[in-house]
């Protein structure tokens, strides 16, 4: 089953303006991620909140976290078309399982 | 490209078929992760290792799926009598061991179920 659901399913923007994606999730947490993935590839790590965090950067990309309402953020700043992706946040729950569940994605297109 | 290879990156079967498909992860990695997506999905957890045991699997793994990890290094992932549903993009994935952190994703086999 889905852990994460993102929000919006698909975002459309151009290059130059800043993108943001959302996820809501719904049990207690460890820590959560964010992963980008091009058009049927592999998965490609961005960044790792843990639970007792409210605020992380890493670059362009800035990722919030909201415990008490079970959700997330990701915002990309000044949008390149190369960051045209699939983005998924991944929950890891605090039981000590390795595992993550993901969400099903926001489709992000940055055009030129 | 993360370091984690997987073979072969696409694979076309008839239904009934048996299937084998193989992760090398990154090498000091003893932690290492299957997951199944399917179109419009995100990746669903199948099974992981810690070094060569087997130690968690998802309901999600039938009894036609099987996975090894012989020596604690590369792992393969076997599917049996093939289905239709079977079709998805199967990724393996690797990590060092320390408590939940940063998995390092391969580019992942494309099986395709006829």
């Known amino acids: 089953s889905q852990q994460g659901e993102e929000d919006p399913q698909a975002l459309s923007i151009q290059e130059g303006e800043n993108a943001t994606m959302n996820c809501s999730y719904k049990t207690s947490i460890n820590n959560l991620q964010w992963y980008r993935q091009n058009s049927g590839r592999g998965l490609v790590h961005l960044i790792l909140i843990r639970s007792n965090e409210r605020e992380k950067h890493s670059g362009r990309l800035r990722v919030t976290l909201d415990t008490s309402k079970k959700s997330s953020s990701l915002l990309i700043t000044a949008s390149r078309a190369a960051d045209t992706a699939s983005y998924f946040c991944?929950?890891?729950?605090?039981?000590?399982?390795?595992?993550?569940?993901f969400g099903k994605g926001t489709m992000l297109l940055v055009s030129p | 490209d993360t370091g984690v290879s997987q073979n072969p990156r696409h694979k076309i079967t008839k239904r009934g078929q048996n299937v084998t498909f193989r992760c090398d992860p990154i090498?000091?990695?003893?932690?290492l992760y299957w997951y199944r997506q399917t179109l419009g999905q995100g990746p669903e957890f199948l099974t992981y290792?810690?070094?060569?045991?087997?130690?968690?699997k998802s309901r999600l793994l039938s009894d036609r799926f099987s996975a090894e990890r012989p020596k604690g290094s590369f792992s393969t992932l076997e599917i049996q009598r093939t289905e239709q549903g079977d079709s998805a993009m199967y990724l393996c994935?690797?990590?060092?061991?320390?408590?939940?952190?940063?998995?390092?994703f391969g580019p992942g086999t494309r099986l395709l179920v006829l």
């Open positions: 994935a690797s990590s060092l061991g320390r408590f939940q952190e940063t998995q390092y």
């Open positions: 090498s000091e990695h003893n932690r």
């Open positions: 290792f810690q070094n060569e045991a087997q130690l968690e």
């Open positions: 991944a929950t890891a729950l605090p039981s000590g399982y390795s595992t993550l569940t």
